[in-house]
T-cell receptor, first 112, second 115 residues
Framework: DQQVKQNSPSLSVQEGRISILNCDYT??????FLWYKKYPAEGPTFLIS?????DKNEDGRFTVFLNKSAKHLSLHIVPSQPGDSAVYFC???????????FGQGTTLQVKP | DTAVSQTPKYLVTQMGNDKSIKCEQN?????MYWYKQDSKKFLKIMFS???????INETVPNRFSPKSPDKAHLNLHINSLELGDSAVYFC??????????????FGAGTRLSVL
């Protein structure tokens, strides 16, 4: 019973175009949402986060959107660069717990 | 200078053996974690320690025993290894135990293969 799902295992986009990665969660109690990026042979690294009081957070080329009613989270990367090629994990948590629940990741390939 | 380091990077062993994975963080964080990434690629929390105190203990077999000698170290000992234990194990740390505004920093992972 997976509480966090990333239904697209992979995504391929052209350099300069937009990459959109999606994540769905099941429990409305979650109120903190994050994206991590992972390169091969490395651990995940934090990318961007959003709390449930917002519906959008932007950091440079990266924007996270939160749709609480749909229990849906997305990450937009504009413009995409070849160095963005990695596995992207969404993670969700409740602010009163110490536990993050991760999705299974989406592999993004940005072609030059 | 690696912030969260775990050793070994690779571990190949036979069923029934006992093995340990070590983790150290030099970030001065209070909270450390062990995650398991299984064949389906989900990263699942196993344990979390805050200042050497166990605060998260998911449904993990008793064969897995974490040990935190101090807040900078969290080791994972696995007894009687089974085929299903084959996975990548990640250590992580964060400033404190609450998920909001507390970035978790991950080690590079230990790939365990049980033959």
């Amino acid at each position: 019973d997976q509480q966090v799902k990333q239904n697209s295992p992979s995504l391929s986009v052209q350099e300069g175009r937009i990459s959109i990665l999606n994540c769905d969660y099941t429990n409305s109690m979650f109120d903190y949402f994050l994206w991590y990026k992972k390169y091969p042979a490395e651990g995940p690294t934090f990318l961007i986060s959003i709390s449930s009081i917002k519906d959008k957070n932007e950091d440079g080329r990266f924007t996270v959107f939160l749709n609480k009613s749909a229990k849906h989270l997305s990450l937009h990367i504009v413009p995409s660069q070849p160095g963005d090629s990695a596995v992207y994990f969404c993670a969700v948590g409740s602010s009163n717990t110490g536990k993050l629940i991760f999705g299974q990741g989406t592999t993004l390939q940005v072609k030059p | 200078d690696t912030a969260v380091s775990q050793t070994p990077k690779y571990l190949v062993t036979q069923m029934g053996n006992d093995k340990s994975i070590k983790c150290e963080q030099n970030l001065g964080h209070d909270t450390m974690y062990w995650y398991k990434q299984d064949s389906k690629k989900f990263l699942k929390i196993m344990f979390s320690y805050n200042n050497k105190e166990l605060i998260i203990n998911e449904t993990v077999p008793n064969r897995f025993s974490p040990k935190s000698p101090d807040k900078a170290h969290l080791n994972l000992h696995i007894n009687s290894l089974e085929l299903g234990d084959s996975a990548v194990y990640f250590c992580a740390s964060s400033q404190d135990r609450w998920v909001a505004k507390n970035i978790q920093y991950f080690g590079a992972g230990t790939r365990l293969s049980v033959l």
